[in-house]
Nanobody
């Protein structure tokens, strides 16, 4: 059974920091591209950051320079370090795992963790 379990969300003041963690089980973690998405109320889910199996990263323009994604393959974990948080970062953050094997796409989602940036 595949599970992606996020943790680390919460309430933080503007300018503050949070680190989200996603623990994966039931998958061969090292072959998956891992990503964080977020969805704010009334908005579509959007990609925040992605890290490939080789460690290549890419970020949404809105978080570049503030967020850092990293992965620890032996621990089956992906982290999202979020600094200089803004109210517009408020959303539910979802962990995503994706791999293309031959012609089949395998994709899994976590249940999400709430991040609220407010004074």
């Amino acid at each position: 059974q595949v599970q992606l379990v996020e943790s680390g969300g919460g309430l933080v003041q503007p300018g503050g920091s949070l680190t989200l963690s996603c623990a994966a089980s039931g998958i061969l973690f090292r072959i998956y591209t891992m990503a964080w998405y977020r969805q704010a109320p009334g908005k579509e889910r959007e990609l925040v950051a992605r890290i490939t199996t080789g460690g290549t990263t890419n970020y949404a323009d809105s978080v570049k320079g503030r967020f850092t994604i990293s992965r620890d393959n032996p621990k089956n974990t992906v982290l999202l370090q979020m600094n200089s948080l803004k109210p517009e970062d408020t959303a539910i953050y979802y962990c995503n795992a994706n791999v293309l094997v031959l012609t089949r796409d395998y994709e899994y989602w976590g249940q999400g963790t709430q991040v609220t940036v407010s004074s």
